[in-house]
């Protein structure tokens, strides 16, 4: 019978509980302890890294505080720990280091590899030549975490790590495993709302992968009626995919129509699968020199604002 793995997570914001819950409910999982400042009934807390006992019992160590606190966290672990596997949630860094890691194995939370119609999507271009991607992502800041002013959050504050460049780097990140690397960039990064913070709150990218793939992607938190698509031409199909609706679309040069949609399709789903596939195969997992090419792209385009 195998091990049942130990977790430990840092952090303990909405995303880490989301964390929480998925991996508690996986037969796997011996146990999940805590790194936050939070006191909290019945659960095993540590007040920081440092002073967690025994750190090397633990088997799955996930970081999952706020963006400006990963490249300390990821370091303390990497020179305490050996063997060990790391999930990192995304982005990597607030700002691009090529820090190296050897002594474990680390992996970067880009749960949107995921979702069950971008997995469609990636194997359906498999076979065909694509020619560009048009990709959309916006969503208004205040409407991002219920019954949290968005004002206090690090999403709004440049020195933590946040602006909408860093928290919707989900799109370069699959727009790179699907293209290849963006080789070539040109781009906009700015705040232009009225919005109460320091952070950029719309960038826009126009480029050109490594794999000759013309792409243009324009992702905000401005935008009252949400959207995530991407829409993709290749010489014999365009698709198009919804994350909100949860609906693919494809239709050829003979203007014939496929459609899908993922019925009762929810988050968690994403998180179960990406875990799995960190703690088994480590099929379309983000690798950490993949985490590091989109923190290379994201400082190109920092560099050029």
């Known amino acids: 019978m195998q091990r049942k793995i130990k977790v430990l997570l840092i952090g303990y914001g909405s995303i880490a509980k989301r964390h929480e819950e998925v991996l508690l409910s996986m037969e796997e999982i011996e146990k999940v302890d805590l790194v936050t400042k939070q006191t909290l009934s019945g659960k095993r807390t540590f007040k920081s890294l440092a002073k967690v006992k025994n750190i090397g019992e633990y088997d799955y160590f996930i970081i999952a505080t706020e ?30 280091r090529k820090v190296i890691v050897s002594n474990n194995l680390v992996f970067v939370g880009y749960v949107l590899r ?118 993709v031409n290749t010489l014999d199909n365009t698709y198009e995919l919804d994350f909100i609706a949860n609906v693919f679309k ?4 003979a203007g014939v129509e496929e459609n899908f949609r993922c019925e009762g399709f929810e988050r968690n789903f994403m998180f179960r699968a990406m875990h799995k596939s960190i703690l088994s195969g480590r099929e379309f997992v983000c690798g950490y020199n993949e985490g590091l090419d989109v923190m290379k792209t994201i400082s190109i385009i920092q560099g050029q604002n």
Request: net charge neutral; hydrophobic share 35%; with cysteine.
């Open 114 to 231: 995921f979702h069950p119609l971008l997995l469609k999507l990636r194997e359906l271009l498999t076979a065909e030549r694509v020619l560009n991607t048009n990709v959309i992502c916006g969503q208004y800041l205040p409407e991002w975490r219920p019954g949290i002013d968005y004002r206090d959050s690090y999403s709004a504050k440049r020195d933590e790590g946040g602006g909408v460049l860093l928290d919707l780097s989900h799109e370069i990140d699959y727009i790179q495993w699907l293209f290849g690397k963006m080789s070539e960039i040109k781009s906009y990064q700015m705040k232009i709302s009225d919005l109460d913070i320091d952070s950029d709150d719309f960038v826009t990218v126009i480029g050109k992968t490594e794999k000759n793939v013309m792409v243009n992607f324009s992702i905000d938190c401005i935008s009252k009626i949400s959207c995530r698509k991407i829409l």
């Open 67 to 96: 963006t400006f606190k990963h490249l300390e966290q990821l370091k303390f672990l990497e020179s305490k720990l050996s063997g060990k596997i790391i999930l990192c949630e995304k982005p990597l860094f607030a700002e691009y």
């Open 250 to 253: 494809g239709r050829n040069k």
